[in-house]
């Protein structure tokens, strides 16, 4: 069982644009003027880094109306046995995503085992790896509690796959945290974690301790995406963490010599979809696994 993939999917950002719907749960997220040449010239950032470090990935077409469709994590998690999981979004304009084309992408090398979009009638979300950190080596997945991380739905999604479910609550700046992936990664080395943002954070730290060392994120840090890196791994078999440059500018010099111990840090810079989509490097990697 591995934690990381060697074969990421992307979605283009022909569409990408500030998501109003989405805007009210996420403090990350900026209405400011941008140019769209921008956003291309930092997808094509993206793309460039993974090129560069021989990492395999598809780019998806983006769904009409769908602003926030560069993030695909946030519907679909696939799985080492061939299948996939589809969820429960919050933003009508989200629930688009799940596009034909897209299902049918999916649908060449997985099959579906768990659909959870049915909750959507019912007011109930849970959005994939933004709100779950798996740890697939352990089966624990790591969740922080908000209108668009629901822990009912969460333990039922836990049961289906077999894994023990781990939930918190998370605040920043007085708000619950809309995703647990901007303020949580996990690799097979170790967690990235701000516990500054946790209340109560007992529980948590006695669980992750068991199986990994802690870099201990700030809250400071995680507004500028220091939490939202992802360990991947190209077709050498090697394995990077991807972090955007404002996430890896804001660690200091002690936390990036604990990364390259384990890790080549590949950083990718993305400063206005990150301020106007409120989602950075992470958010743009749907794992397949």
Request: glycine share 4%.
């Amino acid at each position: 069982m591995d934690q990381s993939a060697n074969k990421l999917a992307l979605v283009e950002p022909s569409n990408f644009n500030f998501n109003i719907e989405t805007f009210k749960s996420n403090i990350f997220q900026n209405d400011i003027q941008f140019n769209k040449q921008k956003i291309f010239e930092e997808f094509d950032n993206l793309i460039n880094a993974l090129d560069k470090n021989k990492i395999s990935f598809n780019i998806l077409k983006s769904p009409k109306n769908s602003p926030d469709s560069i993030y695909p994590n946030n519907w679909v998690i696939t799985f080492e046995d061939g299948t996939y999981d589809l969820f429960s979004m919050q933003s009508t304009n989200r629930r688009l995503e799940r596009s034909k084309s897209n299902i049918n992408f999916l649908n060449k090398n997985y099959s579906l085992k768990n659909n959870l979009t049915e909750y959507e009638s019912k007011n109930i979300f849970l959005e994939g790896t933004g709100s779950l950190i798996l740890d697939r080596v352990n089966k624990t997945a790591y969740m922080a509690e908000s209108n668009r991380s629901n822990v009912s739905l969460a333990s039922k999604w836990a049961q289906l796959r077999g894994y023990d479910l781990v939930h918190f609550k998370s605040y920043i700046d007085k708000k619950p945290t809309y995703h647990t992936n901007v303020l949580m990664f996990i690799t097979d080395k170790f967690a990235g974690i701000c516990f500054d943002s946790i209340p109560d954070s007992s529980y948590l730290l006695s669980k992750i301790k068991k199986t990994h060392r802690v870099l201990n994120l700030s809250i400071k840090q995680v507004k500028n995406f220091s939490g939202n890196a992802l360990v991947v791994r190209n077709i050498s078999n090697e394995s990077k963490l991807l972090i955007s440059s404002s996430g890896l500018k804001a660690l200091d010099l002690i936390q990036i010599k604990f990364i390259e111990k384990y890790y080549d840090i590949v950083e990718i810079n993305i400063p206005t979809i990150e301020k106007i989509g409120g989602g950075s490097v992470r958010c743009m990697l749907l794992e397949l696994f």
